[in-house]
């Protein structure tokens, strides 16, 4: 493998739908630079990038595939990137450390939902979008319609280089408008033949190509002048002016492809080449501290690692993206994060699980190493000349949970090590040991997301687990005052234990005046404030504990054994044992022992009167409340719509977007258990959505009925 400066380096995200044919068109890529002799498939499982078990046995991207290749005297290094929303966080960490997204569309489809969402991630990196037109020899295949979509959605901007003579079984040729050449290719694919525009073609063609060269110039001044005044460019203006064009976001190329029958690959990986910017051209990536780093060997030695996995008879795969500086076999590093110091024992280059070892790599490169001690995802490695530290990449909020259990008791600390594992090599995979559901919980991107890591755990590591339907989070709160008296009292032979509390509880809400008088049943209570602590919730809300004790009644030493006994019974709430919030609770008179109470006895008391009083107070439930966003095709709007209402949705907004409808709802966390497999039986797999915690609302009354009932007989068990 050549030694690679930095203006010779470029990194390519591989995005695009399920389906649309990314796998296929890396392994023609392989091939048509020589890394591979011979191209695999998917229905095969004998693909570069699908190399894991798991992979093989969906026949779908699972993880992203890093891999290189040589082309026209420059380096261009692949992130393959899975296309189903259930592993966008592959695809968020792949566009932090490359510079250009290849997006590739399956011509039967044009324009998808998994589309539009990884554009939005493109905009939101700023990265420069090459559109790959694919699949155009399929029989459905419609290069018209998906050049139509993709306009309709990105305005002028889409810019056509290449268009297909034909589609369907016939697709054989294509004409490229920027080279002004047709090429054509033998049934079995391959290097084509290059031949001059048929006359049919050629008005087709030079309209095209005005819009091409017009596109070119807009982007630089001196180009726009020279367009002016002679009305064109040559080849390498207009690669010029696309390569501007592609940094600044002003154009979007399309391309045509047929990656099953290696037709029109060596021609995209041609402009790869020649136009697409290096990574030397591209915004500069910014420190924790604010700082940008330039891309330059010879500058200090920094590395970001994106990307960790677990291979067989390997151990741990540490991939990285160098920063700055160039890395070497035997370079000791410093990990920024965790303080560890790292040897750089071995540097591979990467295609899939094959590596080949380098002495060397510098700014821009992206590579593999391994045998590192203390590295995780995330973690930057400096030299001793460099204090810079990353933490650019922000992955997508989890869609679905499911509570997990290993079938064996015994394996549950061989399953939790697992699940941390696994989450390291996809933090999209989040594992909660809940306290307050008593469950071990991981959430995802979607079913098939978790359908996933439990064939991994079952397979890989042969600990069958069992999934089941998460408790919910409720809260308890009360919605009026209320007042309890509870007096301790036990004899037991020598020392007793005695303690009297009087309270009042009322609901807490920010800004509330100080208690002054209640009344209950009749008779008024007068309170005097003393002290008034505020306590905030480890769960959310407030306790807001006031001391109204006059005369001594309790020795001010007891009070914090009643708070602590109020914040166990608020702990474990009265009414279904959820975590109870924003209760004022006023202390206002009791009783104590010279020689029996002590602080065991005020605490039982504390906690007794209070769970007593709140029972008093018309307690009710909250549940969890999330805002969803569904971005689904105008025909399944409908069935979509019927299904959030029966979650007891509450639509909050709706509009169109070319094609697409997007709604927006808030719907309780309870109704969205399955809602993840609903929409994809709904749609096809067509749509997507995403869901972020709003807040707590009250339950209907009738569900929490439901609720109790059901709480109580599990206490009866």
Known sequence: MNDYQTDKIKNIAILGSSGSGKTTLAEAILYEAGVIKRRGSVEAGNTVSDYFPVEKEYGYSVFSTIFSVNWQDRKLNFIDCPGSDDFAGASVSALNVTDTALVVLNAQYGVEVGT????????????????????????????????????????????????????????????????????????????????????????????????????????????????????????????????????????????????????CVRRTLEFLGNVVPCTDKMPRPVTVDGREVTPVSDGPTCLFVFKTSMEPHIGQVAYFKVISGTVRVGDDLVNADRGSKERMSQLFTIAGQNRQEVGEMRAGDIGATVKMKDVRRGNTLNSKDGDYRFDFICYPEPKYRRAIRPRNDSDAEKMMEVLFRMHEEDPTWVVEQSKELRQTIVSGQGEFHLRTLKWRIENNDKIPVVFSEPRIPYRETITKAARADYRHKKQSGGAGQFAEVHLVVEPYYEGMPAPSVYRFKGQDFKVSVRDTQVVNLDWGGKLVFVNSIVGGAIDARFLPAIQKGILARMEQGPLTGSYARDVRVIVYDGKMHSVDSNEISFMIAGRTAFGNAFKEADPKLLEPVYEVEVSVPSAYMGEVMGDLQGRRAVISGMNSEKGYEKIMAKVPLKEMSDFSTALSSIAGGRASFTMRFDGYELVPSDIQEKLLKEYENNEEE
């Open 116 to 263: 539009i969402n990884q554009f939005r991630q493109t905009e939101k990196f700023h990265k420069p979008v090459i559109f790959v037109v694919n699949q155009l020899d399929h029989e459905k295949a419609d290069f018209e319609n998906t050049l139509s979509q993709l306009r309709e959605q990105w305005g002028s901007r889409v810019v056509p280089v290449q268009y297909p003579v034909t589609v369907g079984d016939s697709f054989h040729a294509v004409v490229d408008v920027l080279k002004m050449k047709m090429y054509q290719w033998k049934p079995e694919g391959g290097v084509p033949e290059v031949l001059s525009i048929p006359e049919k073609e050629r008005e087709k063609a030079l309209e095209m190509h005005r819009a091409l060269v017009e596109a070119a110039a807009e982007h630089d001044d001196v180009l726009m002048n020279k367009f002016f005044d002679e009305g064109s460019l040559d080849e390498e203006e207009m690669r010029a002016g696309i390569r501007a064009g592609l940094v600044t976001r002003g154009i979007f190329p399309v391309f045509c492809v047929c990656a099953a029958r290696d037709m």
